[in-house]
């Protein structure tokens, strides 16, 4: 049974920068898709980044130029590394895996494991 555990959430201050880890165990890492996702207090679960097996990549569009996503297959870790951090990037930052290569912020409900989030606050 695969899992995934997120870290390297905290609090920053607006324009600071963070980097998040999804460590991933249980499964063949290199075989399957990569997205995170956030959820922030009164609002719906947002898509916020993918990777491909490939190593393709897709942003929303708030955070293009802003987040990199990137993935470790050696050590089985997909990251997020965020700059420019604005309080709307507020929120719950969950990973999720998908078997295969496709866009799990397309359809969320595909992905076959899912971590138990990291929180980011961002302060003005």
């Known amino acids: 049974q695969g899992q995934l555990e997120e870290s390297g959430g905290g609090s920053v201050q607006v324009g600071g920068s963070l980097t998040l880890s999804c460590a991933a165990s249980?499964?063949?890492?290199?075989?399957?898709?990569m997205g995170w996702f956030r959820h922030a207090p009164g609002k719906d679960r947002e898509g916020v980044a993918d990777?491909?097996?490939?190593?393709?990549?897709k942003y929303t569009d708030s955070v293009k130029g802003r987040f990199n996503i990137s993935r470790d297959n050696v050590k089985n870790t997909l990251f997020l590394e965020m700059n420019n951090l604005e309080p709307e990037d507020g929120g719950i930052y969950y990973c999720?895996?998908?078997?295969?290569?496709?866009?799990?912020?397309?359809?969320?409900?595909?992905?076959?494991?899912w971590g138990t989030g990291t929180e980011v606050t961002v302060s003005s």
């Open positions: 990777i491909l097996t490939t190593g393709a990549t």
């Open positions: 249980g499964y063949t890492f290199s075989l399957y898709s």
């Open positions: 999720a895996a998908g078997f295969g290569d496709w866009w799990l912020t397309q359809r969320p409900s595909g992905a076959r494991y």
